[in-house]
C-alpha cells in the first residue's frame, strides 16, 4: 500500500489594506541588529554619531487632520496626532488629509536612518507616511508596526525587505546629502501620535545607534 500524503499549503498573503485584518503583536519588537557589531556589549554613544532630533509638534507646518496635542510622556509634553476616527470610512489614502512638514539639516552627507518616536492606538491606527525631500504622498513610504498603546521608537524602511534583499542593501538607510532637507508625515490612518523623529547616522560596518527613551538633543 502506497501511502498518500496530502500537504496542505496555507498561503499567507500579506494583507496590510485592510486595517482590522491585522492581529496586536504582543511580542516587543527587538531593537535592529548592530551592523558590524563583533558580538558581546557595545556602549554606543550618542555623541559617536551625526544626530538630528526632531520635535514633531514643531513642525513648520502641520495641517489638519494632524493636531498639536500635549501628552504627559511625551518630549517637552507635545506632539502631533491624528484623532482616531477622523478619516472618513472606506476612503482611499490619497483622500486622507493632513500634513506635517519638518525642516532639518545634516552636518554631513551620506546614510542616515529615520525613527519616528511613535504610539499607536490599535491595528486601524498604526501606521504613518513618511517622505524626506519630497511633498509627494506617492513617494512617500508607510511606517508602522504592531505595538500598541505606549511610546517607542519605529525605524523607517524606505523599501520594503524584499525589494532591499534583491538589492542587497539595507531597507532603513536614506542617503542625504550635506545641507537642507524636508521630511514630511501624511495622514495614513488615524489613532496615531507622533513625538521625536530622530535622524542618525548610519554608517556602514560600524555599530548602530538605536534610541531607547527620550532623544536629547
Ligand atoms: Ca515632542
Ligand atoms: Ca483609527
Redesign the pocket.
Known sequence: MKKIVVVALIFCAGVYAGCGKRRENKTPVPPAPLAGAGGGMHLIQAADFERVVL????AREVTPEFLVGE?AE??????VWIPDKVNPKEAPPESRKGRVSIDFAAAKGGRYAVWL?RKWLDGCGNSVSVAVDTAERSESVLAEDGTYGRWGWLEVAHLSSAVAEKLGKDPHGFDLAAGKHTLYLFNNEDGIWI??ILVVEFPEGRERYIPEGIEKP
Open positions: 520635535e514633531a509638534e514643531a501628552d511625551a518630549s517637552g509634553g507635545k506632539c518616536r513625538d521625536q
